[in-house]
């Protein structure tokens, strides 16, 4: 003879069985989200790491031309104050 379930078991079964398949499906799309993020996240980083390698080039030309700079205003001070007529610079 079989054991017969009651209704309101079944329905606890039924209600447990759908919560699993929601439960696997929400998996699914979160796995998806963070896959998602973390290739944007890959991308971020590969954009910052150019950006530094730019400014990482780009800092010792520009404190390079800085430098030649103060020296020619060093020069031309010089200059101005081996003249006759005194200029304060």
């Not at 990482?56 to 200059?79: M, Y």
């Amino acid at each position: 003879m079989a054991i017969r379930k009651h209704s309101s078991l079944q329905w606890l079964i039924d209600k447990r069985a759908q919560l699993h398949g929601d439960f696997l499906n929400d998996e699914r799309i979160l796995a998806r989200h963070i896959k998602k993020a973390d290739a944007e996240i890959e991308k971020i980083n590969l954009a910052l790491s150019r950006a530094y390698k730019r400014r990482n080039q780009q800092v010792p030309t520009c404190a390079e031309l800085i430098e030649k700079t103060k020296i020619g205003w060093r020069i031309i001070d010089s200059a101005i104050e081996m003249h006759e007529v005194k200029i304060d610079p």
